[in-house]
């Protein structure tokens, strides 16, 4: 699905996920295929198109293998390609050796999960708006509200990374408007996602926290974790007070507390852990097959991907070796204390007897935070398919380093080097003294270190600057790499409204 085709949409594709939704909070039953038009009448059904735009968050099947997790650290210097052979998945190896064009990458998988779950927000603050539902109280309507629109900033917030210049598309379209669609500059398009975050964290009936049959939906911590990001991702030296107090408000709400022991924080078994800000939730309740691999299991497909490739021995399951870990990164972090819950060293499982198959650009190091644990592999379905592991989005340490960048960036770096310092003694780290830039290289430094693998590299290295430096060697290059293509397919639909980004 392309953003121009969904005027025409019916609830059934909407409510598509919402059916098999079957986890904490999601847990709802089949609708049926009435027709939008006649539907979002009660709270029940207006709920359960909530639920549809939630559910967009865990989508992995997006036109092809498309997880961001395992995209993004394709992207970055943390890991490779890798899978069977080169011809695996070329979409994966394009992004990794940056030989993308507007027909070879990821692009369009990315795109399309972002505008479908933008048109499921759409859609469905729309309706609220539309006259009195049964049932609906207004506490309800708002706390709705507000985590639909935080939903619609993160979809927003992907775009602008991946794509730079994208459609706002604050509304459901008619069909004198779809074909007229142009691109926003990122400023317009970071404009609309502090304002959607900024309402869902003022809306008083969104919640602090949540009971254990709700979690996986929104709370304000989540929220003004997220606007944080967003403001300190602008790399805009203006906006970095104003993103210190978000995320500062965060860290002294006295809610989230880092996990003692590092090694805890990525258990499969320690969903929603006191460390976890945002959380997006994952199952292997729906036992699904591969007839519908298309978005429509509720498993964690990067768990797959990162296995080692017809591994036998104890602890682990077999995957299929993509995103083996860079010889570069498993030396910078040799002598961290991280390093044993963040690397499987691969030669140390040879050498206690385990085999597997060297898959494209092995190294003999794979991720350990999503890796696939046999205890927990899919006893039903296709076990590829149902990992549930939840994918930790925003955690505590994340929020923390991020805070002690921005108050380095805005000039108060006792706030800074405490923040920085937290997270380094939770893993029994000397604390840093280091001002001026050597501070926000030591930040910068701890961010790999503790956030490795996590997805986040990239766009750290993409945002202040140093992709060039870093990634060139792969085949970066400055004024072109820091955004994938447009899918030529949005291109040519568009008639010539959409302009592709510059050197494709």
């Not at 917030?157 to 008619?174: E, S």
């Amino acid at each position: 699905m392309n953003f121009f085709n969904h005027k025409t949409l019916l609830l059934v594709l909407a409510l598509l996920s919402a059916t098999a939704c079957r986890k904490d909070f999601l847990d709802l039953q089949p609708i049926g295929t009435k027709l939008e038009t006649n539907f979002y009448k009660t709270d029940k059904e207006v709920f359960e198109g909530v639920v549809a735009v939630y559910d967009v968050l865990q989508w992995g099947g997006t036109n092809g293998w498309t997880m961001k997790l395992g995209l993004l650290n394709t992207a970055s210097d943390d890991c490779h390609a890798g899978g069977s052979d080169a011809s695996d998945q070329p979409a994966w190896v394009a992004w990794d050796k940056f030989t993308l064009d507007p027909n070879l990458g990821p692009q369009r998988g990315l795109w399309n999960k972002n505008y479908a779950g933008i048109y499921r927000a759409n859609l469905i603050l729309e309706k609220m708006d539309a006259g009195t539902i049964e049932g609906m109280t207004a506490d309800k309507k708002a706390r709705y509200a507000a985590e639909v629109k935080f939903l619609r900033a993160y979809f927003y917030f992907d775009l602008v990374r991946f794509f730079g210049n994208v459609p706002l598309i604050v509304k459901t379209l008619g069909a004198d408007e779809i074909y007229k669609q142009s691109q926003s500059t990122p400023s317009v398009i970071y404009a609309q996602i502090e304002k959607d975050l900024k309402e869902a964290i003022a809306t008083s009936q969104l919640p602090e926290t949540v009971p254990t049959d709700e979690l996986g939906r929104i709370t304000k911590g989540a929220a003004k974790a997220l606007l944080g990001k967003v403001l300190l991702f602008q790399n805009d030296n203006a906006k970095m007070g104003e993103a210190a107090s978000q995320l500062e408000s965060v860290i002294t709400s006295n809610i989230y507390r880092l996990e003692t022991n590092f090694g805890n924080i990525f258990k499969p078994n320690n969903k929603f852990g006191v460390e976890s800000v945002f959380e997006i939730v994952h199952s292997n309740n729906q036992r699904g097959g591969w007839e519908n691999f298309t978005n429509f299991t509720e498993g964690n497909y990067n768990v797959q991907y990162f296995g080692m490739r017809d591994f036998v021995g104890s602890e682990y399951a077999s995957g299929w070796s993509f995103c083996p870990v860079s010889e570069d990164l498993a030396n910078f972090m040799k002598n961290d204390p991280r390093f044993a819950h963040t690397i499987v060293d691969g030669k140390a499982l040879k050498a206690a007897g385990a085999t597997y198959s060297a898959g494209f650009q092995n190294t003999d190091y794979f991720i350990k935070k999503y890796a696939p644990l046999a205890e927990f592999k899919a006893t039903t379905g296709e076990s590829a398919l149902n990992w549930g592991y939840n994918i930790k989005e925003i955690r505590l340490a994340d929020v923390l380093l991020m805070a002690a960048e921005a108050f380095a960036r805005s000039g108060n770096e006792t706030k800074a080097k405490q923040y920085l310092n937290q997270v380094r003694s939770r893993v029994g780290l000397a604390a840093r003294t280091s001002s001026g830039a050597t501070l926000l290289d030591d930040i910068a430094t701890e961010r790999r270190l503790e956030l490795a693998t996590e997805g986040v590299r990239f766009s750290d290295l993409i945002r202040t600057n140093k992709a060039v430096s870093v990634l060139g060697g792969q085949g970066f290059k400055a004024g072109k790499h820091e955004f994938l293509p447009i899918p030529q397919q949005e291109i040519d639909i568009s008639q010539g409204a959409m302009k592709q980004n510059p050197g494709y």
